[in-house]
């Protein structure tokens, strides 16, 4: 019902800042939970961050909390994902989704919806 396309992925250094965006069409995109994950080759797909449709509530994994920040704007049916002091353990592919039933949590099993991704990479 959504269709969901990531931007902004690139290349940084180890200890910058990058900030990844994900576009909402084709949906009501304030019904809908929003989240990102990420995959590195080779290793499962992994919850990175989520933010709920009421109130706009921020859960995140011990990995990137206190480092990065997901938001959504949603008169632009966007949502973002800054990425501050990064590592080059973040490197992977950083997939957006959207679910509109209860909330998701951090399995991507709870997410309907999925971008195709866009690529992060940190160098050392």
């Known amino acids: 019902q959504v269709q969901l396309v990531e931007s902004g992925g690139g290349l940084v250094q180890a200890g910058g800042s990058l900030r990844v965006s994900c576009a909402a069409s084709g949906g009501t995109f304030r019904s809908y939970h929003m989240g990102w994950f990420r995959q590195a080759p080779g290793k499962e797909r992994d919850f990175v961050a989520t933010i709920t449709r009421n109130f706009g509530i921020t859960y995140y994994s011990e990995s990137v909390k206190g480092r990065f920040t997901i938001s959504r704007d949603n008169a632009k049916n966007t949502v973002y994902l800054q990425m501050n002091s990064l590592k080059p353990e973040d490197t992977a592919v950083y997939y957006c989704?959207?679910?509109?039933?209860?909330?998701?949590?951090?399995?991507?099993?709870?997410?309907?919806?999925w971008g195709q991704g866009t690529q992060v990479t940190v160098s050392s």
């Open positions: 989704a959207a679910d509109e039933r209860g909330f998701p949590g951090s399995s991507p099993r709870e997410y309907e919806y």
